[in-house]
């Protein structure tokens, strides 16, 4: 399985950037998708993920800023991210998940580095 993150990049406070992932190569068929980051402290953290049917969860700090969308047929992710802060800096990367017989897999992309600077 591959994911292919791309759009990351520089902005400004305030400004906005939008990411597409486009899953391919998947045996199993995807539940989900969606973005997590990892901050210079390491740490891995959801941001958003949306499930095949549409159905989105945000973290608490991007909510009303960040929208994610699906377009499954094409194993396509998106997230708008709006009202971009210094704390929205990490490197973002892609994930699937899917859930054949019931056992979960995650596949996960190469990551995309978003910088938020004046």
């Known amino acids: 399985v591959q994911l292919q993150a791309s759009g990351g990049g520089l902005v400004q406070p305030g400004g906005s950037l939008t990411l597409s992932c486009v899953a391919s190569?998947?045996?199993?068929?995807?539940?989900?998708m969606g973005w997590y980051r990892q901050t210079t402290d390491n740490q891995r953290e959801l941001v958003a993920l949306i499930t095949t049917s549409g159905r989105p969860n945000y973290a608490d700090s991007v909510k009303d800023r960040f929208t994610i969308s699906i377009d499954s047929p094409k194993n396509t992710v998106y997230l708008q991210m709006n009202s971009l802060k210094p704390d929205d800096m990490a490197v973002y990367y892609c994930?699937?998940?899917?859930?054949?017989?019931?056992?979960?897999?995650?596949?996960w992309g190469q990551g995309t580095q978003v910088t938020v600077s004046s």
């Open positions: 190569g998947t045996r199993f068929a995807i539940v989900a």
């Open positions: 994930n699937a998940e899917a859930r054949p017989h019931g056992v979960k897999y995650d596949y």
